[in-house]
């Protein structure tokens, strides 16, 4: 199926409005469980670095930038119901039930297409916070007397 002129404008225009700022952060936040993603998935599959970010996003399924997402969800509210005259909270409620879903996928895709955008700089940056985070795991395992059961460190394409 063709893609038409006008949704590859629209995408673009949508991968602009991903917060870039908010990319490395999520990551942060997110660290331990995309170390433990990464380390369930790379035994098996031995894949790149990027297509692991990817897969944890779209298993996840969570935006970089909350915040910033209700807002753009918001508005995809306010221009669908504009036109409508029926009750705001049932107009509301009807959206959700039927775009809400579509609006997270679609989200959820434009955050992985722009993870191609951004990789030169973006991979360098969570491999470091991947290694930085093994070696103080490594550490304290060391402290304790522990075992290192730690995956090794993502592979770059």
Known sequence: MAVDKA????DELELYQIDDKAIVPFFQK???ELRQFIHDHQCNDHLCLL???KQ????????????RYMEV????????????????????????QEFAGRHRNRMIQLQCLYLDRVKDRLLPEIEKLLEN????????????????????PPQNP
């Open 73 to 96: 969800q918001r508005t995809f509210i306010q221009r669908s119901l504009h036109d409508k005259i029926q009750d705001r909270q049932q107009a509301v409620s009807h959206w959700i």
């Open 56 to 67: 944890f996003i779209r298993t996840y399924r969570m935006p970089f930038n909350m915040q």
């Open 133 to 152: 985070r093994i070696d103080h795991l490594q550490e304290k395992l060391g402290e304790n007397g522990g075992q290192n059961n730690q995956p090794p």
């Open 51 to 53: 297509v692991l970010l």
């Open 30 to 32: 997110h660290l331990e």
């Open 7 to 10: 949704t590859k404008e629209q």
